[in-house]
C-alpha cells in the first residue's frame, strides 16, 4: 500500500507526486490520458490501473486536475469507495463547487482538505511555497506534514469548505482591484495630459503606501477597533469627491472611481465618518446576496 496517492498528472499533479517521491514518500499514480505516468513510474511511482484503485491503494489521494466540479465528477462514482479515506483536492475552483464535493466527500464518510497551490509546479517543494489549505482540524493534523513537503509555507487557514475559494477571491479581488485601479487611472492621465511615463513612475509610491495599508488592515479590522484613524471616512469621501470632479470634468468613464466614493457616502450615512476607512469592511459583511 503506497502511503498517498495522486490522481491527475498534468503539470501540477506530476510535480506533486515527483516531490513526494524526491522526498521518500510511497506514492501510487493515475491519469486519464495514462502515458504521462510513465516517468513517474521509472522514479518509483505504482500504477493504479483506475481511480476506483487509486484511492484504494493509499489512505489519502491529492487530487489535481481541472476544477473541484472536475474532481467531483470524477470521484462521485465511487462514493461507496471513499468511507474512512482522506481526499485532498488541490485542483482550482469557486466557493459553489467545493462547497458541493465536500458535502458528497462527507456523505460518502470520507475526511477532506481543499488547496490552493501559490505557486508554479517549479515553485513545487520549496521552503518558501505555500499551499494554503481548508478542512478539518484532525485531517490537517495528519496530512499537514505531506504538504508541507510541497510547499513549506503551507498552511491551514480555515474549516469551511468555502474558506480557501474565499481566500483566494479575497486576494484577488485585492490584487486586481490595483491593477484595474491603474487601468482607471491610466485612462484619466491620459484625457487630462499626464504622460504614461509620469503616470508609471507613482506606481511605486502607491505601492509603497499599498503597504501601509496591509498593516493598518492588521490593526483594525480583526480586533474592530476602527478608532483614532489618521485619515477617517470623511476625508477619504472629501478626496473621492475630488477624484469624481476629476474623472467628470475630463470626461473619463468612472465607474469604479463612483463604486469606491458610493460605498464612502455609504460609510457617512451609516455613521462611520469618524472611523478609519476599513470599518467599510463591516458594511459590505453584512450585506446579503452579492449586491
Ligand atoms: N500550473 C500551474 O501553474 C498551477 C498553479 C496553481 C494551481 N494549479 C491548478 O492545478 C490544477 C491542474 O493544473 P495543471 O497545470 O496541472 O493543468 P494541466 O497540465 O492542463 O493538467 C490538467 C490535468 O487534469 C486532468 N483532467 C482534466 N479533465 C479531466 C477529467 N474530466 N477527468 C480526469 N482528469 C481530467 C488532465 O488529464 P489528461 O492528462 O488526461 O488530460 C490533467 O492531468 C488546476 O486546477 C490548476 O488551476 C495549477
Same mark, same amino acid.
Given at each position: ?77 465511487? &462514493?461507496?469507495?471513499? $468511507?474512512?479515506?482522506?481526499? %485532498?483536492?488541490?485542483?482550482? +475552483? =469557486? *466557493?459553489? !463547487? ?38 478539518? &482540524?484532525?485531517?490537517? $493534523?495528519?496530512?499537514?506534514? %505531506?504538504?508541507?513537503?510541497? +510547499? =513549506? *509555507?503551507? !498552511? ?38 499626464? &504622460? ?96
Amino acid at each position: 500500500m503506497s502511503k498517498v496517492s495522486v490522481i491527475g498528472l498534468g503539470k501540477m499533479g506530476a510535480a506533486l507526486a515527483e516531490t513526494l517521491l524526491k522526498n521518500g514518500v510511497p506514492v501510487t499514480v493515475w491519469n486519464r490520458t495514462s502515458d504521462k505516468a510513465s516517468y513517474l513510474v521509472e522514479a518509483g511511482a505504482n500504477l493504479a490501473e483506475s481511480v476506483e484503485d487509486a484511492v484504494a491503494a493509499s489512505p489519502a489521494t491529492i487530487v489535481c486536475i481541472k476544477t473541484h466540479e472536475t474532481t467531483h465528477e470524477v470521484l462521485s462514482p465511487l &462514493s461507496s469507495k471513499l $468511507e474512512g479515506k482522506t481526499i %485532498i483536492d488541490l485542483s482550482t +475552483g =469557486g *466557493a459553489r !463547487e467545493a462547497t458541493d464535493l465536500v458535502n458528497m466527500l462527507m456523505e460518502s464518510g470520507a475526511h477532506w482538505l481543499i488547496g490552493m497551490i501559490n505557486a508554479y509546479p517549479t515553485g513545487i517543494g520549496r521552503e518558501d511555497t505555500a499551499i494554503l489549505c481548508a478542512g478539518p &482540524s484532525k485531517v490537517w $493534523e495528519d496530512y499537514g506534514n %505531506i504538504i508541507k513537503k510541497l +510547499g =513549506g *509555507a503551507s !498552511e491551514h487557514v480555515g474549516t469551511e469548505a468555502a474558506a480557501v475559494p474565499g481566500l483566494f477571491a479575497a486576494m484577488f479581488t485585492a490584487r486586481q482591484g490595483f491593477m484595474f485601479g491603474l487601468i482607471y487611472g491610466g485612462a484619466v492621465c491620459k484625457r487630462a495630459g499626464i &504622460s504614461m511615463e509620469a503616470f508609471a513612475k507613482q506606481v511605486p509610491v502607491t505601492l509603497n503606501m499599498a503597504g501601509n495599508y496591509a498593516d493598518l488592515f492588521m490593526r483594525t479590522v480583526p480586533t474592530q477597533d476602527y478608532e483614532n484613524s489618521e485619515a477617517t471616512v470623511s476625508v477619504y469621501l472629501s478626496a473621492l469627491n475630488d477624484v469624481m470632479d476629476t474623472f467628470e470634468s475630463t470626461r473619463t468613464t468612472d465607474a469604479f472611481p463612483r463604486l469606491m466614493r458610493d460605498l464612502t457616502q455609504r460609510g457617512i450615512d451609516e455613521g462611520l465618518s469618524g472611523k478609519e476607512l476599513t470599518s467599510l469592511v463591516e458594511i459590505l459583511a453584512n450585506d446579503h446576496g452579492g449586491n
